[in-house]
């Protein structure tokens, strides 16, 4: 599995609000098609966020990467947001307990 984070800093909560809504929207697909997992949203302060990505594989990171994904974190850049981000291969574990109750499931 290939696990991506993000973390943003926005000018203001209006900013990051109106942001994670758009990304929610546009990337609805990647839960779709079944390559994206996971992704959790981190409040670290009420102006910047941890996005927390699971995927499949780093080939369709670079896929997705190389389509829409690009132009919309340069565009959170030009509207004076700062953006960073880590990635690599990743080992899952989860515990027995788990109850998929509490998550959203992307339907």
């Known amino acids: 599995m290939w696990a991506v984070t ?14 994670i809504n758009a990304l929610k929207s546009r990337s609805k697909d990647m839960f779709q098609d079944g390559d994206m997992i996971i992704r959790a949203f981190i409040n670290v302060t009420e102006n ?27 565009d959170i850049r030009e509207m004076g947001g700062t953006v960073s981000f880590t990635e690599g291969e990743c080992e899952v574990e989860y515990s027995s307990r788990i109850d998929l109750k509490d998550f959203s499931k992307i339907e």
Request: aromatic share 18%; net charge positive; no cysteine.
């Open 48 to 74: 910047s966020i941890e996005i927390f990505h699971l995927f499949k594989n780093k080939e369709y990171v670079n896929k997705q990467r190389a389509g829409w994904t690009n132009q919309f974190w340069q």
């Open 6 to 19: 993000r973390s943003i800093k926005f000018q203001n909560k209006l900013a990051k609000e109106a942001i």
